[in-house]
């Protein structure tokens, strides 16, 4: 393959960077002996290595690095997709490293070592070079002549620009430079593009006096010129994008000319019919501010925690536009409307289809709920609105009901029949008689008791709380501190309560070092390496990474396919699933969790305890093993000692009915 250099005789010198896997020792030129003899300070080292197919924000700044250096064409996103692992690839192969395409510490320094040596040398000509140029010109920082020598002019224009987004200015071309030049020139506001801002955006512009823009969703030429018009006015870059500084001083804009016209002004009517769309009405619509509508921005700007002045001020015009462009309102899309939804019904407010769309339904019912607790009333879902509805619903309990076709009389007597009066001693304490078993298989005992209800918790039911919560709770597990997400995810991939999976993962992180939790070294073949280390003057082997180490693997639920719990079965079973990291450990683990518990679709500790599908003659019952009292009984305990622990959750019971 050809190098990525423009310069050929850097080429030849990043040529002579390859390492030597046979051992023979190869000799560096001068420009690899710079770049490896260069002390860099290299951001984003990995707790373990990208993978294709993964995310991961580490990406976006090794791939602006590899796209400086040559290896370019790259999408500057979180995404590691097919063209990312052939650019590593190439990358690797050039540079001597192994070819595997995944991003790894070694990979990852190396393009941190040869882009700073490169941004840094003034005399090095590169095709990016060119590139940076072309950007800067049009995002407004321009009379820069292209070529693919930096230039001290073009040093100049780049301490402009970090100038100007308030970016440390140094002139060199770094990956906080190169980020934000990309975020300008790929904003959705830009020519070419339509968005759901570009309405309210174009009528500012109108009623500012940039000409008559049409009011729809697309950003056309007309509106590249507005924009370019109005940057010029306001002293900004010209380049006919609408970023965020643009933006911002649009705002500024407005609120001024609001404030200096006084009235007859036309953003007053469009703020005043704002305010009343928003919850804080009962504006009459007229060109003049008068005092009712300063009231009105007054506590608006209290409730929304802005300064209250009562003046129109660009903060407050922002978050009137933020609202009232929030996809969680009549006619809207979001994966947040299903939990509003939830918990309108959950609250009482009655049926609504638990779907992503919002509907003028699910508008007047938050409405109303909107009415009932004192928030504006707006028909939006903010931030405000589902604070309150996970105040209200922080500790909820909802039931649902499992019919079964006999008699609680006649379930009782095929339990006794079904299996012997020792087996059933196993499942329940101190029985004696009928009578014993039939308190502990009546529901309506369980519910009763705080505890005793959590043999019915639906363990198939995720999203049982929040991130938030969930992160406050697993900070007290070094290991598992900021791996909420994992366990929510897991929970909702494989149909499972998340806190379940906790439930087992802090067991075995509770074991320490002789748990799989923490990582355990293994070679190729799967099997532990270990070294030796010095205890109390005592000489002990303990895993640990060797010559012949291959990977570190994670077994975070201690899962095994044999009745062996050994540790080396647990690392052998992590290195097969190929859990290389924690996170892999947590989701790809959840089935096997899951098929400890759900056995014949039974969802519950209770109808696993008397398993009920089997007894009651469910059709194509597997057969299920004798539950041991002490298994059972521990088990509900660390569910229910960690749901009491939670700030917040939602507590969903299946209660079983049986025929009367």
Not at 435 to 461: I, M, W
């Amino acid at each position: 393959m050809e190098p990525k250099l423009a310069n050929s005789s850097h080429t030849a010198e990043l040529d002579a960077d390859v390492e030597n896997h046979a051992g023979e020792q190869q000799k560096e030129e001068s420009y690899i002996a710079k770049i490896n003899d260069k002390k860099i300070k290299v951001d984003g080292l990995l707790a373990s290595p990208i993978q294709p197919h993964e995310q991961h924000d580490n990406l976006i700044p090794l791939k602006i690095m590899l796209n400086w250096i040559g290896y370019g064409t790259i999408a500057i996103t979180p995404n590691f997709g097919p063209l990312t692992k052939e650019r590593v690839k190439e990358f690797q192969k050039d540079q001597g490293l192994p070819i595997t395409g995944i991003i790894d510490n070694s990979t990852v320094i190396k393009i941190n070592k040869i882009f700073h040596v490169m941004i840094n040398d003034p005399e090095i000509k590169l095709a990016s070079i060119k590139k940076l140029k072309k950007d800067l010109n049009r995002i407004g920082f321009s009379g820069i002549m292209v070529s693919d020598k930096l230039g001290p002019y073009a040093v100049d224009r780049i301490k402009e620009f970090q100038s100007f987004y308030e970016l440390p200015v140094t002139g060199q071309v770094n990956v906080d430079t190169l980020k934000k030049i990309d975020e300008i020139l790929n904003s959705p506001l830009r020519e070419g593009k339509r968005h759901r801002d570009l309405p309210i955006l174009k009528e500012h512009l109108n009623n500012l006096g940039f000409g008559k823009v049409s009011i729809s969703n697309k950003f056309g030429g007309r509106m590249k010129r507005k924009v370019k018009k109005f940057q010029r006015k306001h002293g900004l870059p010209i380049s006919g994008i609408m970023d965020d500084v643009t933006r911002f001083k649009l705002y500024e804009a407005l609120a001024a000319a609001i404030n200096y016209a006084e009235d007859k002004h036309p953003g007053i009517k469009r703020l005043k019919n704002a305010l009343n769309q928003i919850g804080f009405g009962g504006i009459e619509i007229s060109s003049k501010l008068g005092a009712y509508t300063i009231d009105r921005i007054k506590e608006f700007q209290a409730f929304y925690e802005l300064s209250v002045t009562g003046q129109v001020n660009a903060d407050t015009l922002y978050k009137m536009d933020e609202i009232l462009l929030s996809p969680l309102q009549n006619g809207g899309r979001h994966e947040d409307v299903k939990y509003l939804k939830e918990n309108l019904v959950s609250l009482g407010y009655g049926r609504l289809p638990i779907t992503n769309k919002f509907g003028s339904l699910t508008q007047r019912k938050l409405e109303q709920f909107q009415r009932d607790y004192g928030l504006p009333v707006s028909g939006i879902a903010d931030k405000y609105t589902f604070k309150k509805l996970d105040q209200i619903a922080r500790y909820q309990e909802k039931l649902t009901y499992q019919h079964y076709n006999v008699t609680f009389e006649e379930a009782i007597k095929m339990h006794m029949k079904d299996e012997s009066t020792a087996q059933l001693k196993e499942k329940i304490i101190a029985i004696r008689d009928y009578k014993d078993v039939e308190t502990y298989f009546d529901p309506a005992n369980l519910l009763k008791d705080d505890k005793d209800k959590f043999q019915l918790l639906d363990l198939s039911r995720p999203r049982v709380v929040t991130n938030e919560v969930l992160h406050n709770y697993l900070k007290g597990f070094d290991i598992l501190k900021d791996k909420e997400q994992a366990f929510i995810d897991a929970g909702r991939e494989h149909g499972i309560n998340e806190i379940l999976l906790v439930s087992h993962a802090t067991l075995e992180v509770e074991r320490g070092s002789a748990g799989a939790a923490y990582g355990i070294p293994v070679d190729r073949s799967g099997h532990i390496t270990y070294v030796e280390k010095d205890k109390d003057g005592i000489k002990v082997t303990v895993p640990g990474e060797t010559a012949k180490t291959k990977k570190w693997v994670y077994n975070i639920y201690g899962i095994t396919d044999e009745s062996d719990h050994s540790l080396s079965c647990r690392a052998k079973k992590a290195f097969d699933e190929g859990w290389d990291t924690l996170e892999k450990s947590i989701i790809g683990g959840a089935p096997y969790i899951k098929g400890m518990y759900f056995v014949n679709g039974q969802r519950t500790l209770y109808s696993m305890r008397w398993n009920l599908a089997n007894v009651i003659g469910k059709e194509n019952a597997k057969s299920q093993n004798t539950i041991d009292k002490d298994w059972f009984f521990g088990q509900i305990k660390r569910l229910y000692n960690i749901y009491r622990q939670l700030d917040s959750y939602i507590l969903y019971l299946e209660v079983p009915i049986y025929k009367k």
